[in-house]
Structure formats: C-alpha cells, structure tokens
C-alpha cells in the first residue's frame, strides 16, 4: 500500500510562475493545487488542507501577508510551513514573512527559480530525513517519559540508548563512540542535570553535542545553572511530540552549520597561511634586522642573503618618500596602508599594499617593521573588472539602444483615422523587461502585443527582440492571434533553459468589422470599457506562458470584441499592478477603488487616460521606487 502523494498549494497571481513550478513539483510526484490570490489560497485550504504552500507577496484581492495572517488563525493552519516567492525580494519583507511563520524566503530572480522552489519544499516536507542514523540517550527515571520519547524518536530513524540513572548513563556515554544527542531529565534518582552535565562534558568528548533537559514547571528557576553546567536547552514538561520534534531538528541544523563554519574557518586559515605577508624588519639607519620567509620568495632571494642590505634597497622611492616613510615608522601615529613598488633582486618589480609601524629591538635600540603584499594580480584583477564592467556598460546602453529602437514610434500611428493610440513605457533598469508592439499590418488590420519577461538586464532585453523578430515572421501569415502566439511559442522553447518566461497579450483590430480579437500567454488580464453602458469588463482568457510547453500543453483562449466608436482597450504589465505603497497594497487593489469613481470616462481620449492612470500610480507609490517595469497600452475606437 502506497501513501498518498503531499500536496503543495502554489499561490501566485503569475500564471508563468505557477506553471514552472508546478512542471518541477509534479515530477518529484507531489500532487500540487493553485490559488491565483491570498483569498483563492484560503478557500482551497480550507477545502484540500495542503502540507506545504508556496505564496507570493504581492497579489490582488489578498496579499500573500494577510493570506498568512488569515491562515495562522485556522485551527490546522499553524502547521502548514509557507514558502514566500516574490519579486519583491526586500529586507522588511523579509522580516515580515518570518514573522508571520514564513519556512523560507525565495526570490523570483533565483536562476533556475522552479528547482530552487523544489530544493525547499524537499527540504521542509522530508525533514526527518536530517536525523536519520543519529544516536540519541534519553535519562529519566519515568518508563513512561523514557517511552514516549523513545517512540517519537525511533520512529523518525534514531538510535537511542536509555538510563534510569545519571551513573547508568555515564556508562552509556562511556561505551559508546558516536553520541549525537542527550535528553535528560532534571532530576535523577542519585544526581540532578546540572550535575550531570558538568561530568559529561569533562569526561567525555561533547563539546558540540546538544543536551536537552526536561523540566517540571516548578524547576524553571534552575535554568541558569542547567545552561551554566552546559545543557544546550530545555524542554518544558508536559511537552507534545512536535516540540520534542522541532527541538531535535533546529540543534541538528545549528550543529551542521556550526561544522560547515568551522570548515569553512579552517580554510581560510590554510589560505592564509599559504599566502603569507611578507614582514621585513630594519633600524634607523635602514639595515634589514630580519625577514620571513614569504618576504625572500616575494623578493627572489634567501633570508641569509638580506645580511647588510638596506631597506630601501628592496623600494622605488625617491627621497622625499624615504624620508617620510621614516618618519612613518619611527614617529607615533595613526598607521594606514600604502602602496609603493617594491623591486625583487633582479630588478624586476611589482607593486605592493604594505603598513609601516615602530618596533622595539632588545639588543639593537629602535626599529620598524613593514609588513607588505604583492599585489600586482589583484590591480590586474580589479583592471579586468573595470574594462569588463565598461564592456558590460557599453553592451547594456547597445542593447538598450537597439531596443528602443524597434519601441513604436507615436508619429506613425498619430493620425490614425480609426484608432486613438496612447501608451508610457518605464525601465526598472538600462534595459526592459516590457516590450510593446503596435503594427499596421495592412490597411484593414492593426496588430497591438504587449509583453512581459520575467527579469530585466539584457537576457530580458534579447527576449523581447527574439519575440519581436519572431512576431515580424509570422504577423501577415498567422491573423488569428492564437495562431501567431502558437509559432511563437514553438520557437520559444529554448528560453526556459535560461530561465526566462515571456508573457505576452496580442490583440488584432480588424477595421472591416470594428472588431477586436485578443488571446493571452499568461498576460495580465486586459480591461475593455464600453462607452454606450460606460461600464469596464476584465477580459481574462487563460494561456500558459510562451516557451513552458508545446502541443496539447499550450493551449489558448481567444475573444473577440465589439469596438464602437469610444470604446477603450486598456493593456499592461504587472509591473503597475504591483507596484505597493508603504501600507503593502497593490496598485491593483487602489485601481478597483479608483475604477469606480471613473478613472475612464466617458469622451476621454487614449493620453488623457495613460496620463491620469500614471499619476494614480504615482500618488500611490509615495516616495517608493518602482520595483519592475512599467508599461501601459490604452487604443480607442474613435
């Protein structure tokens, strides 16, 4: 009989973003729900009761953080661990999530980020793998304490070895090499915890290994001294499974770390060692007093060869610096590092960082000492950076250049007799992420996409162009806009090897029949406004992301829609709706209040509208930054 799969709720108002990691979850054979917002997730809580969820922050109707705080307070909901993925990857939000009980904090601009998702909810949903093999002692003199933590532990794959005593515990520790864990009750038949824990550390090698004691209410006053004799913490009784559980897993994972720092310590030391700073000691006339070994290899001699040398035979200096460097060494002051070129006994020279400083000499009076390193790969280095980081400067502003380049043009489409065209498009960096495209294909039809990669930098800026070059392929040959967005699609394959997912919205006005058809990979919805009801209807088609599948896999959705004369088309990115104000709320949220008290009315035109959403946006923001891209589409039938 095989148990039944775990089920993870993936949370998220980006289609491409559940789609990639649902694709990764699904192959490691989890059973895996969406939730398109914080209000959708509780619903589908309550009715699957998943055991792990992965939520977005900023999402409309409920954000990630209040879904977190409304699901804490469910009766299960304290035990269901929340993985964040956001976009909006910022220290308060950070601290904000944890605070709510947030697992794990995931940027969406992790490379690979579907993998990096997968590797955490491995992590948390096989946990009990972290204690497999250990070796635990329990002490009580209670059968039943000894039983239920016996239990708890042999069934989550520990060893362990009980004692009713303090002296039948020592003998345990004494015959066994490998000890892992210590859960001792506070008091013993011939000894208290305190006490017991001073001769396990003095007779045995514990050092790192964590002692939990388990105390009686009417014990806590005894803390200090069980911390002071060396317990690593204790456990209140009664205790339940869990936090005997939890205790367990958070030592482990601070012993592992420990050991990791500790490697990572020993390291550095070898390193350092290996490298070595050259020291040189001289008197006040000059004459070298003694030198180390690093300082004869960086110079290209052997110690006994600096007998009767000067200093300064070994620095190009001219007089003026000998003088101050003397004056450096001998006059009390505030040293600082400095940088000269030193010449080695071929005369060859390199330049070197070194720290000039006073020494007392028992047998010869005053002295210094200069300690000094070569530094000749590290300017070489940071030459390589600058010249790469000019390059990749000079690259971002081509690439940007070219991408604003094949942008629309708003004199081409200024006079149009049958559409009234407006937009704002604004970079989170050099170059966008956002990409638009408005194209008289012929003289009956209009083509209008607007799309969106996740990231910025110029793998977002290529995508877009490939897009671009892809759309120009196909535009007089595929007119239906599922049609185009399915070639494209097929030649997108390749873009998610990169981790790069393009949404995208294509919309096609056909002038013989004032109609407009829409399909969408992913994009946000669009948002039609009909100027004889003077009401506006979200138009959502489902279609997954380009480049995630093909076939039967990619599967989309088009509408088409009635153009009369005032009628509006509103098209954007995420990157508005997104974008939060200092309270956490989403443009998005403040659009539906604004929408309401008629941000598009009636007889405005395409600019007046792009104008008036912009400074909504920018009200509501405040001083914050944008956090994405931003770009807004509005056409009018006129």
């Not at 699957?48 to 900023?58: A, N």
């Not at 180390?292 to 007998?307: R, S």
């Not at 060494?329 to 720290?355: H, L, M, S, V, W």
């Not at 590290?378 to 604003?404: G, S, T, V």
């Amino acid at each position: 009989m095989t148990s039944r799969p775990k089920t993870v709720l993936i949370v998220d108002d980006s289609i491409s973003v559940r789609v990639a990691i649902r694709s990764d979850l699904e192959k490691k054979g989890y059973r895996v729900l969406e939730a398109v917002d914080g209000r959708d997730a509780i619903e589908k809580v309550k009715k699957h009761k998943p055991d792990l969820i992965t939520m977005d922050v900023h999402m409309p109707e409920m954000d990630g953080f209040a879904a977190c705080e409304e699901l804490r307070a469910l009766p299960y909901g304290q035990e269901i661990p929340v993985i964040f993925v956001t976009g909006n990857d910022t220290l308060a939000d950070r601290e904000m999530g944890f605070k709510l009980g947030a697992i794990d904090f995931i940027s969406k601009y992790t490379p690979k980020l579907w993998e990096q998702v997968g590797q955490s909810v491995e992590r948390i949903l096989n946990r009990r793998s972290q204690l497999y093999g250990l070796h635990a002692i329990v002490g009580s003199a209670s059968p039943t304490i000894r039983r239920i933590i016996s239990t708890t532990l042999e069934e989550n794959d520990l060893n362990v070895s009980t004692g009713d005593s303090g002296r039948e515990l020592l003998d345990i520790c004494n015959g066994n090499k490998k000890i892992d864990l210590l859960i001792i009750d506070y008091t013993l038949p011939d000894t208290f915890a305190d006490n017991l824990c001073l001769q396990l550390k003095n007779n045995f090698n514990l050092p790192r290994v964590p002692i939990i004691v388990l105390i009686n209410l009417d014990e806590k006053e005894n803390i200090l001294e069980i911390f002071k004799s060396g317990a690593t913490d204790y456990l209140l009784k009664p205790f339940t499974k869990e936090e005997l559980l939890a205790k367990l897993l958070i030592h482990r994972e601070a012993r592992e770390l420990t050991q990791r720092l500790n490697l990572e310590i020993t390291k550095s030391k070898m390193i350092l060692e290996a490298a070595g700073d050259g020291i040189i000691g001289f008197n006040l006339k000059g004459a070298v007093t003694f030198v180390n070994q690093a300082a004869a290899t960086m110079l290209g001699m052997i110690t006994g060869d600096f007998v009767g040398h000067s200093f300064f035979d070994f620095m190009q200096i001219n007089e003026d610096q000998r003088t101050e460097l003397i004056m450096e060494a001998f006059i009390p002051q505030d040293t600082k590092n400095r940088i000269a070129t030193f010449r080695k006994a071929d005369g060859q020279t390199f330049p070197a960082e070194y720290i000039c400083s006073s020494l007392t000499l028992d047998d010869q009076g005053a002295g210094a000492v200069i300690v000094f390193k070569d530094i000749a790969r590290r300017l070489e280095r940071e030459k390589r950076e600058r010249e790469n980081m000019q390059k990749i400067r000079e690259e971002l502003a081509a690439a940007a250049q070219l991408q604003q380049s094949m942008q629309p043009q708003r004199e081409k489409f200024r006079n149009d007799p049958d559409l009234d065209i407006a937009f704002f498009t604004k970079s989170h960096s050099e170059v966008s992420g956002d990409f638009i495209i408005i194209d008289r294909i012929d003289k009956n039809y209009t083509a209008f996409m607007i799309m969106d990669v996740m990231g910025h930098g110029v793998k977002a800026g290529l995508a877009t162009i490939y897009t671009k070059a892809l759309y120009d392929e196909f535009k007089k040959s595929c007119l239906e806009p599922t049609d185009l967005l399915t070639e494209i699609n097929e030649r997108s394959l390749s873009l998610r090897d990169h981790n790069i997912f393009l949404t995208a919205l294509y919309a096609v006005f056909d002038k013989s029949t004032a109609t407009m058809s829409l399909s969408s990979a992913g994009a946000i919805p669009a948002l039609h406004f009909r100027a004889a009801e003077q009401q506006s209807e979200l138009i959502t088609l489902f279609g997954n992301p380009l480049g995630l599948g093909r076939g039967d896999s990619f599967d989309l959705q088009m509408k088409k829609l009635p153009m009369q004369p005032g009628d509006m088309l509103l098209l954007q990115t995420d990157g508005s709706l997104e974008c939060h104000n200092a309270q956490k709320e989403t443009f998005d949220q403040y659009m539906e209040q604004e929408r309401a008290k008629g941000i598009i009315r009636l007889g405005m035109s395409a600019q007046n509208v792009v104008n008036e959403l912009i400074q909504a946006l920018t009200r509501h923001k405040g001083d914050a930054n944008f956090s994405d891209d931003v770009t807004v589409l509005v056409i009018r039938k006129k």
